[in-house]
């Protein structure tokens, strides 16, 4: 069997597979899919179909996990898991090559009798990938802590929505019967002092180090990624163990929020530090931003005439998993200067209505405000399925200078604010 057993002071040690990587560590298993590089709106049935599903084979999933392999690992261990590698062109701004799903080596099958039998983790990647074929999935748990299943986009922005409506319809409560289930990875900061194996070759990963960079303008930290062994393995292998390392150390949420481009050296960085430094740095880099903050700017519009421009900063698409819809809100004003900008009263009623857009709570986002040429447009992102549609046109028939438009695009990885990002 391709691991290798961990020392004997490791507490509920357990073998996980990344296609042909390998490290030793808690009881999990997980799944793989093929993503699509156009990501679809969720079938809602498909979710309460995988809970009623769950409900029926927990007890035989709980069994199989307990009853562990039969295997030297399982002797010190009592489990087995399985993971896939997650793909660079999904984790933060990568200054890496594109590395597809299909270029990666599928996990190679469990131990005889180890963990999930073949036909339950059959079923449940079916089951997962009928909700959508982008998604993976992690089961697990330890003696220190509740039995837990993940499933993930696996840091693809336009699948975080589905992630979120899926934990949401879970059981929870008595129901539940102890489990946990996330939408996102979580931290598993105890990862960080294993061993990865990728193919032929081990890492250490205590060697790693991360060389860190802040940047305040853009609220990021980039990362220049070294271990001593990247001089004698593939890109491939580098960027692997890289991500591998930022999602343990941060959970996939916080990759996404905080980490900008990453890249690989072959010789240490100056003043690199160990990965469990990563979420202190980030913790510096956050704080600032405790509010929501705005950034402003000028322009002109196509027509030549000044424009401004406000921008919500930083906002992260992860802190509105809900929010697919992108909404563009049209509103003229009558009472403008020689540059076709507002001026009193509409000034006033332009931000009395912009306050009203700000007291939706979590079921909508403004994200960006543009002005000129006698329109401002409120750009959000709103929760298709919370009803806030209808207040929106509601608010926008309200409008007493003109006819306000209310326009609405699916846009599930928020691409439409690209161009407003510093």
């Given at each position: 069997?391709?691991?290798k057993?961990?020392?004997?002071?490791?507490?509920?040690p357990?073998?996980?597979?990344?296609?042909?990587?390998?490290?030793?560590?808690?009881r999990?298993?997980?799944?793989?899919?093929?993503?699509?590089?156009?990501?679809s709106?969720?079938?809602?049935?498909?979710i309460?179909?995988?809970?009623?599903?769950?409900?029926?084979a927990?007890?035989?999933?709980?069994?199989?996990?307990?009853?562990?392999?039969?295997?030297?690992?399982?002797?010190?261990?009592?489990?087995?898991?399985?993971?896939?590698?997650?793909e660079?062109?999904?984790?933060?701004?990568?200054?890496?090559?594109?590395?597809?799903?299909?270029?990666?080596?599928?996990?190679?099958?469990?131990?005889?009798?180890?963990?999930?039998?073949?036909?339950?983790?059959?079923?449940l990647?079916?089951?997962?990938?009928?909700?959508?074929?982008?998604?993976?999935?992690?089961?697990?748990?330890?003696?220190?802590?509740?039995p837990?299943?993940?499933?993930?986009?696996?840091?693809?922005?336009?699948?975080?929505?589905?992630?979120?409506?899926?934990?949401?319809?879970?059981?929870?409560?008595?129901?539940?019967?102890?489990w946990?289930f996330?939408?996102?990875?979580?931290?598993?900061?105890?990862?960080?002092?294993q061993?990865?194996i990728?193919?032929?070759?081990?890492?250490?990963?205590?060697?790693?180090?991360?060389?860190?960079?802040?940047?305040?303008?853009?609220?990021?930290?980039?990362l220049?990624?070294?271990?001593?062994?990247?001089?004698?393995?593939?890109?491939e292998?580098?960027?692997?163990?890289?991500?591998?390392?930022?999602?343990?150390?941060?959970g996939?949420?916080?990759?996404?929020?905080?980490?900008?481009?990453v890249?690989?050296?072959?010789?240490?960085?100056?003043?690199?530090?160990?990965?469990?430094?990563?979420?202190?740095?980030?913790e510096?880099?956050?704080?600032?931003?405790?509010?929501?903050?705005?950034?402003?700017?000028?322009?002109?519009?196509?027509?030549?005439?000044?424009?401004?421009?406000?921008?919500?900063?930083?906002?992260?698409?992860?802190?509105?998993?809900?929010?697919?819809?992108?909404?563009?809100?049209?509103?003229?004003?009558a009472?403008?200067?020689p540059?076709r900008?507002?001026?009193?009263?509409?000034?006033?009623?332009?931000?009395?209505?912009?306050?009203?857009?700000?007291?939706?709570?979590?079921?909508?986002?403004?994200?960006?405000?543009?002005?000129?040429?006698?329109?401002?447009?409120?750009?959000?992102?709103?929760?298709?399925?919370?009803?806030?549609?209808?207040?929106?046109?509601?608010?926008?028939?309200?409008?007493?200078?003109?006819?306000?438009?209310?326009?609405?695009?699916?846009?599930?990885?928020?691409?439409?604010?690209?161009?407003?990002?510093?």
């Amino acid at each position: 069997m391709p691991g290798k057993q961990t020392p004997a002071t490791s507490s509920a040690p357990v073998m996980r597979r990344f296609g042909r990587l390998t490290t030793t560590r808690k009881r999990r298993q997980v799944g793989i899919f093929r993503r699509p590089r156009d990501a679809s709106a969720v079938t809602p049935p498909a979710i309460s179909e995988f809970w009623e599903w769950w409900a029926q084979a927990r007890p035989t999933i709980e069994a199989s996990l307990a009853a562990g392999p039969d295997t030297p690992v399982a002797d010190s261990s009592g489990s087995a898991a399985h993971l896939d590698a997650p793909e660079a062109d999904h984790v933060a701004d990568l200054d890496l090559p594109d590395l597809d799903a299909a270029d990666l080596d599928a996990p190679e099958p469990g131990p005889p009798g180890g963990g999930l039998s073949a036909e339950t983790m059959e079923e449940l990647s079916r089951r997962v990938h009928k909700i959508h074929p982008g998604l993976l999935w992690e089961i697990g748990g330890a003696e220190d802590r509740a039995p837990f299943l993940t499933v993930t986009g696996g840091g693809n922005p336009e699948l975080r929505g589905i992630t979120e409506r899926w934990v949401r319809a879970a059981p929870s409560g008595a129901a539940a019967a102890g489990w946990v289930f996330h939408p996102a990875r979580q931290p598993d900061p105890e990862m960080l002092n294993q061993d990865l194996i990728l193919g032929d070759h081990e890492f250490d990963l205590e060697y790693v180090r991360l060389g860190m960079r802040a940047d305040a303008d853009r609220a990021r930290v980039h990362l220049t990624a070294y271990h001593p062994d990247f001089l004698f393995v593939a890109e491939e292998q580098r960027i692997q163990v890289a991500l591998n390392v930022l999602h343990w150390a941060l959970g996939e949420d916080d990759v996404a929020r905080w980490v900008g481009e990453v890249s690989i050296a072959t010789e240490a960085p100056i003043d690199a530090l160990p990965p469990s430094m990563l979420p202190s740095v980030i913790e510096q880099i956050a704080e600032p931003f405790a509010e929501p903050a705005w950034l402003t700017g000028e322009g002109r519009t196509p027509r030549g005439h000044p424009a401004r421009l406000g921008a919500r900063f930083p906002l992260h698409r992860q802190d509105y998993p809900l929010c697919d819809l992108h909404v563009a809100i049209s509103v003229p004003y009558a009472n403008s200067n020689p540059d076709r900008l507002p001026v009193e009263p509409s000034s006033s009623a332009l931000r009395a209505f912009e306050k009203k857009l700000t007291r939706l709570g979590d079921r909508a986002v403004l994200a960006v405000r543009e002005t000129g040429d006698g329109l401002r447009v409120f750009h959000l992102y709103v929760d298709p399925d919370s009803g806030v549609i209808s207040e929106l046109d509601q608010l926008a028939a309200g409008w007493p200078e003109g006819k306000a438009r209310v326009a609405s695009t699916s846009d599930p990885g928020w691409k439409a604010l690209a161009p407003y990002q510093p």
